[in-house]
């Protein structure tokens, strides 16, 4: 069973500390909210597991939101329900009680990924989605060069997509999920293109990865990346993407239904 902090935080991060601003950086993406409505086919009650502050929960479905940690349920609107305190590998809820259940950017946190997957796939009748990044194409994105260890956390961190295939089992598929040049939900990809964002403290800070870092370091990399903007060094290497409408980086879209 995980150990949980003062904030509750059950993961292998604590939001306590580095929750603070996650809603104002982390607002859905319509597009990528959009994928996963298509993907719930219809289902009138979903499950959503380590909920945050409401990201991507369905206006059309009717939601019941888990979320361990009180800064993150602190940070949830008023027009969303109020978040259960429980953990994705103890849920609190009778076998098939859901016609769904989605979980985004969050499997990469759990201590018992299999029993949180398994807990999934239990209450739910209908499709298990997983949306998370396939720890194989992380280090392909140009921020490897910049902040290795920031990346090589995200790559140990992510589960492999076969290990939650096969936690959920039954008729899977695993879909790439294209990634806006303007995506509303600032995860590290998610300024592909705009590579200032990740000078921005507040930007970094919401992306739990960086957080495994020390400040000094933390630091120098952003310093290196600020040195290569102004002195265009990086806009001849990447500057490209600039003008790219998306990017297919490591974010996939895994989708269960039972066998
Ligand atoms: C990066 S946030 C994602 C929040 C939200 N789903 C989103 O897409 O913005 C990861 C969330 O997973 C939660 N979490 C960590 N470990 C968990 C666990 N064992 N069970 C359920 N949720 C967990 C964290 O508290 C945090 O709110």
Do not use: K
Not at 83 to 93: G, K, Q, S, T
Not at 193 to 208: H, V
Request: hydrophobic fraction near 40%.
């Amino acid at each position: 069973m995980s150990s949980r902090t003062v904030d509750g935080s059950a993961g292998d991060a604590d939001y306590g500390t580095i929750g603070g601003g996650y809603a104002d950086y982390r607002r859905p993406d319509e597009r990528i909210a959009a994928l996963l409505t298509g993907a719930l086919d219809g289902a009138g009650t979903v499950l959503n597991v380590g909920a945050g502050a409401g990201s991507y929960e369905s206006v059309a479905a009717e939601v019941t939101a888990v979320e361990p940690s009180a800064s993150m349920r602190a940070q949830r609107p008023g027009r969303l329900s109020p978040a259960i305190d429980a953990v994705a590998e103890r849920l609190p809820f009778p076998d098939r009680h859901f016609d769904a259940a989605m979980t985004t950017f969050s499997v990469h946190q759990w201590s018992e990924l299999t029993a949180g997957l398994r807990e999934m796939r239990r209450v739910a009748r209908g499709p298990v989605l997983v949306l998370t990044c396939d720890p194989d194409l992380v280090r392909d994105f140009w921020l490897y060069e910049y902040a290795p260890l920031v990346l090589d956390t995200e790559a140990r961190r992510y589960p492999a997509i076969a290990d939650i295939a096969d936690a959920l089992g039954g008729d899977v598929t695993v879909q790439r999920v294209p990634i806006p040049a303007d995506c509303t939900d600032g995860f590290n990809e998610a300024y592909y293109a705009r590579p200032e964002m990740l000078l921005d403290p507040g930007a970094r800070q919401a992306c739990s990865a960086w957080s495994f870092v020390d400040a000094a370091t933390a630091e120098q990399y952003t310093e290196h990346l600020r040195r290569d903007l102004r002195s265009g060094a990086w806009d001849r290497r990447h500057g490209a993407l600039r003008g790219q409408p998306s990017l297919e980086g490591s974010l996939v879209l895994v989708r269960a239904l039972p066998a």
